[in-house]
């Protein structure tokens, strides 16, 4: 992953913006083409990138040392563990944006509002009858 960061995607300062991507040769093709120097200098950036994520890494799982104690002894006892979990267990998220289950599930929400609101206006009832009394006179059939 790093070394396509480097040489695919030309993400580094110290290579530049420079792309060695060829869609024509294989994955398993070894050829390149850049010279020996700009491979040694690929190989020193890509290694740098690998230290630098490792020990931020370590240190996120250092300065976080106790929610992850209580996560891993949660684990031992489930095996699997959902989101709501680790919210009872941890705390929120603290970020500002919502995670990708949160915009599902709030999306899910909403159209069933949405719905549910559309079907007042219709005046479809949203909830179960119980009663005959409860069942409009004008209620509409089919669609």
Do not use: W
């Not at 990138?49 to 106790?66: A, E, G, P, S, V």
């Not at 209580?70 to 970020?95: N, S, V």
Request: proline letters at 5%.
């Amino acid at each position: 992953m790093a070394y396509s960061i480097v040489t695919v995607y030309g993400m580094n300062k110290e290579i530049g913006n420079l792309s060695f991507y060829d869609s024509k040769q294989s994955e398993y093709n070894f050829q390149k083409p850049y010279s020996d120097a700009t491979a040694e200098k690929i190989d020193k950036e890509v290694k740098s990138l690998i230290d630098f994520c490792y020990q931020r890494t370590k240190k996120l799982l250092n300065d976080h040392r106790d929610k992850l104690e209580i996560i891993a002894k949660e684990l031992l006892e489930k095996e699997i563990l959902f989101q709501t979990d680790l919210e009872r267990l941890i705390g929120k998220r603290p970020f500002s944006q919502q995670t990708n289950y949160e915009k599902y599930t709030n999306g899910q929400e909403e159209k069933k509002e949405a719905k549910r609101e559309e079907s007042k206006k219709e005046g479809i009832p949203t909830e179960p009858l119980t009663e005959p009394s409860d069942i409009p006179k004008d209620l509409p059939i089919g669609s």
